[in-house]
């Protein structure tokens, strides 16, 4: 690994305002914008490593005497008086320790989508192509936040630790206490030349396509959540997470009752009296159905397996079809003398009180609650 002093070009007893001053020369002379090559890139590289360690103290000081100059380093544990007071008033007695610096890269927001379903989607379960606006990562930077070819560089007043320290005075004698640094915001680094695109954030609002297979069986309220298809975080962090929101509009024909359907058929007096067969439709074809002789208003009616197919189970409810007998308003003389005839023929009669029989209303929720 190549010297850090001979890099910067300075001399291993230069002042920090030397050493500063090598690197600002040698980073206009090679930064990429300026001196366009993979050599200058690389050696880009190396210069701003190296003012990277020598610019910190702590560091400077391990590699002065052999270390490797790297980041971090230290034993874990409690160094002594200093590490006490580090600990307990967020800096250092004395020779305080650099702190860590916080990372550019957040997660992301979750995002809620509402989506909107039909009856028939509830049934069978649908796919869909979701339209999102959302924050996605940026193509220009792919999340660096740097204008392509730049890097972001050491913060000149923290030194890369993010924090800076000052000297508070207290009973216990002078206490040096750390605050993140205003001018990289606690993040250890500047960034020179921002995106142009994302300006700097790494992401952009955009509108991205989500593909999801809905299960039936969903409810109006119920929350879907997508793990990791939420916005993008700052600096490319990992994304939130996306939650759908789902509406089921209202049928014409259908309702719903749990995983059952529930709907009602109007049948002629002559049909109820003499039953017959009708086709219905239901969500997923025709289906014949079979309506008794005598058959009366509120009965109930039951296709098996025609209703919807549980959230979290397997099979399907039924389809149950409530009766409504439907008696002619107008009837002409012939038609109304036959109906006089087959009354002679069928009418009981008239018990001395009345009975009290429920409305159809009261029968159909009854029956339906089954």
Known sequence: MADHYEVLGVARDASPDEIKK?????????????????????????????????????????YDVGGDGGFGGGG?????????????FGGGGGGARAGRPRSRRERGQDALVRVDLTLGDVVFGVHRDLEVDTAVLCETCQ???????????????????GQ?????????????????CTTCQGYGTT??????????????????????????????????????????????????????????????????DGDDLLATLEVSMIDAILGTSVTIDSLD???ELDVRAGIQSGDVLTIRERGITPLRGSGRGDLRVGVQVVTPGHLDPKSRALVQ???????????????????????????FKR
């Open 22 to 62: 090598a690197y600002r020369r040698l980073a206009r002379q090679l930064h990429p914008d300026v001196n366009p090559g993979e050599d200058a890139a690389e050696r880009f590289k190396l210069v701003t490593h190296a003012y990277d360690v020598l610019s910190d103290p702590e560091q400077r000081q391990r």
């Open 76 to 88: 874990a544990g409690f160094g002594g008086f200093s590490d006490i007071f580090e600990t307990f």
């Open 143 to 161: 999340g660096s936040c740097c204008q392509p070819g730049t890097q972001p560089v050491t913060c000149d007043i923290c030194h890369g630790t």
């Open 164 to 180: 800076v320290q000052r000297t508070v005075r207290s009973l216990l004698g002078n206490v040096v206490t750390s605050q993140p």
């Open 191 to 256: 960034i020179p030349y921002p995106c142009s695109t994302c300006q700097g954030q790494g992401r952009v609002r955009a509108r991205r396509t989500v593909s999801i297979d809905i299960p039936a069986g969903v409810e109006t309220g119920l929350r879907l959540q997508l793990p990791g298809s939420g916005e993008v975080g700052p600096a490319g962090g990992p994304n939130g997470d996306l939650y759908l929101e789902v509406t089921v509009e209202p049928h014409d024909v259908f309702s719903r």
């Open 285 to 287: 074809g025709a289906v």
């Open 341 to 367: 005839e087959l009354a002679k023929r069928t009418r009981p009669a008239p018990p001395h009180l009345a009975e009290f029989h429920p409305g159809l209303f009261s029968k159909l929720r009854d029956k």
